[in-house]
């Protein structure tokens, strides 16, 4: 099997929060996965799990506290200002809100024209035009409908559509695609998911797809990360997990997708924010405040992560793993 494109090797990140510091957060807590070449990747998880934190790091907007991400082999903090460049060449985002990639007093055009003069200044203009019409039209767009138009004019998915195009301008390795459809409506999120699909088969792009819900991420992904609290609970085949969930956390998160049948109840999950700080202050498995199993070796021992079957990983004692 071929080398992964990128390699997530024992990242943490720890923010310092409260008066001067005086107190931390293990954003990322010893993550490690790899992404291959054409593979998209759910990373789900709850508000506040680390998932864009990950996504900030490997995007190099934010440096690690410590581990580090290879990407084809090249550790991307050692990366200087010219192969920085190159590297945003072949490893592209797209954020959750659209309206706020786009400057409103300036033509849709503009965000096109910013990735020539960036990173193919020598492009003339006709060719720019073709190049820019072409990966409209791959996204499902009328050149002619976009083009000398502002951003007010568009939907948030037709911006969102536009933002892919430039993104696959540069015919990038990876998108990091964070939270990109949480905004939209439910039919054009399918939409904006099958065009991500559309662009893996086509282009062969990996992408990373960060999102808080399970159903996008069982919809578009061969591989599901789950996080909680800065760590990976479960990882591996999407349909093992969906199939077969192990952590109580996957089980809980799969048995919390609303079903139409069921109408809603308050049954007090509201938890204090004390109680939220401390989780990170456990020596062992951080869901164990919230597991019904949890026994007192949970509290105190961290679990390792296991491979329960074949590409299907898990950190939970009750998997065993010492
Ligand atoms: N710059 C920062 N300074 C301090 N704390 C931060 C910072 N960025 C993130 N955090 C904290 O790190 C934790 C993880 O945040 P992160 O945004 O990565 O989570 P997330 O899973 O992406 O959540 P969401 O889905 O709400 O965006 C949270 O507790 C958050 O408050």
């Not at 990407?71 to 659209?98: C, N, T, W």
């Not at 035009?129 to 951003?151: H, R």
């Not at 088969?201 to 808080?212: E, M, Q, Y």
């Amino acid at each position: 099997m071929s080398d992964p494109l990128v390699k997530v090797e024992h990242l943490t990140r720890i923010f310092k929060s409260g008066l001067i510091g005086g107190f931390q957060i293990k954003a990322v807590d010893d993550v490690s996965f790899n992404i291959r070449e054409g593979e998209i990747i759910s990373l789900v998880g709850e508000s506040g799990s680390g998932k864009t934190t990950i996504g900030r790091i490997i995007l190099r907007l934010l440096p690690p506290t410590s581990g580090r991400i290879l990407f084809k082999g090249e550790d991307i903090m050692k990366f200087d200002k010219k192969r920085l460049k190159s590297y945003y060449k072949q490893v592209q985002a797209v954020f959750q809100d659209p309206f706020a990639s786009f400057n409103p007093v300036y033509p849709i055009d503009r965000v096109f024209d910013m990735v020539f003069d960036s990173f193919f200044p020598e492009t003339g203009r006709g060719e720019r035009d073709e190049l820019i019409a072409k990966s409209l039209e791959d996204v499902g767009l009328n050149p002619d409908e976009v083009l000398g138009k502002y951003p007010h004019q568009f939907s948030g998915g037709q911006l969102q559509r536009i933002l892919i195009a430039r993104a696959l301008l540069v015919e990038p390795s990876l998108l990091v695609a964070d939270e990109a459809v949480s905004m939209l409506d439910a039919s054009t999120r399918i939409d904006i998911l099958n065009l991500l699909g559309e662009v893996r088969d086509r282009l062969g792009t990996s992408v990373l797809f960060v999102t808080h819900d399970l159903a996008l991420g069982y919809y578009i992904s061969d591989t599901t990360l789950i996080m909680y609290r800065g760590r990976l609970v479960e990882f591996g085949d999407t349909e093992k997990i969906f199939k077969n969930p192990l952590h109580p956390y996957t089980k809980m998160l799969l048995e919390s997708v609303p079903d139409l049948n069921v109408k809603w109840e308050f049954k007090g999950e509201i938890r204090p924010e004390e109680e939220e700080r401390a989780v990170y202050e456990i020596a062992g498995c951080n869901y164990a405040p919230r597991c019904p199993f949890a026994t007192e070796k949970c509290w105190k021992v961290r679990p390792k992560v296991i491979e329960f079957e074949k590409n299907h990983w898990v950190a939970c004692h009750l998997y065993g793993g010492e």
